[in-house]
């Protein structure tokens, strides 16, 4: 999808539509096998309902499900997928020791405001053939979607790339994610940092610090990736702005009294929806690429 012979736009600029880092293009990995790319698939089926389930009990489940697996090869598929089973459990990641980690802030408090605070997190979204990581930035009192982006690499440059989309529209009194080296790392922390947000981070091995993105993602699973089986990345972007569009302004929550994200974020903090509607435009755009 990326012409590097359209010099009317530098790839770059073709990277940003696409809504992939630029350093995801020029990434040339070796790929998967058709049948780890298939046990990805059902890992993440498996997780997304199951998100307790480390290695022992995802190999166990694959097994009986037939495929003759062992926890060497669990263990790497997850981690390049980026799951962790939501018990505490041993460090089997070593983060950088230039990255400084944070303590978690939102323990007994009460957010009651939209901008109180925001949470990202990375997930990983299934292809007919291979696979992306989508990152996602959201307001946690409101369920509102700020920005996302697609990569097919979890390097740190698409979440820094969410979060300066994000800061376009307003910025949260405190930031929360998980200890992941894309988030901890400084260009990402400083941005904050620079901006005067608190930062927290969720403790090892505890998804449940950050439950509502997870919830989002069950949602954007079982409701948008799971019907679409995507055939390229053209098909992603497409699919999951036509979601995201979908959740923020027209997805009825219950615990937000049957109204949608859109309407309780802009509707609780008096700002008008400037800052949305270019969101909105940024991410339709790649769309009507030709």
């Not at 166990?60 to 981690?79: D, F, H």
Request: glycine content about 8%; overall charge neutral.
């Amino acid at each position: 999808m990326i012409d590097t012979g359209f010099i009317e736009m530098p790839i770059s600029r073709q990277c940003e539509l696409l809504g992939l880092s630029r350093s995801g293009y020029y990434y040339q990995g070796q790929g998967e096998t058709a049948l780890n790319l298939h046990l990805m698939n059902l890992i993440d089926e498996q997780y997304t309902k199951m998100p307790f389930y480390g290695i022992d009990k995802m190999t166990a489940w694959l097994k009986k499900s037939g495929y003759p697996v062992n926890p060497k090869r669990i263990r790497r598929l997850m981690r390049a997928m980026g799951l962790e089973a939501i018990y505490p459990k041993k460090n089997l990641s070593i983060p950088s020791e230039d990255h400084k980690k944070y303590p978690y802030l939102l323990r007994g408090l009460v957010i009651d405001r939209p901008d109180h605070v925001w949470c990202a997190d990375i997930t990983y979204i299934r292809m007919a053939q291979g696979f992306l990581y989508l990152t996602a930035i959201m307001d946690w009192y409101s369920r509102y979607v700020l920005s996302w982006r697609l990569s097919n690499t979890l390097d740190a440059g698409f979440c820094l790339e969410a979060l300066e989309a994000a800061l376009a529209i307003s910025q949260p009194d405190i930031f929360n994610t998980d200890q992941g080296v894309q988030f901890t790392g400084k260009d990402f922390t400083g941005k904050l940092e620079n901006c005067g947000i608190d930062i927290s981070m969720d403790g090892r091995g505890r998804v449940f610090d950050n439950i509502f993105i997870e919830r989002l993602w069950r949602s954007v699973k079982y409701e948008e990736v799971y019907a679409k089986n995507y055939e390229s990345v053209r098909d992603a972007v497409a699919g999951l702005t036509r979601y995201f569009q979908l959740y923020n302004r027209e997805r009825l929550h219950e615990s937000l009294g049957y109204r949608t994200p859109h309407e309780v974020y802009f509707g609780g903090n008096n700002k008008n929806n400037d800052g949305d509607a270019c969101r909105l435009i940024h991410q339709i755009q790649p769309i009507f690429l030709s």
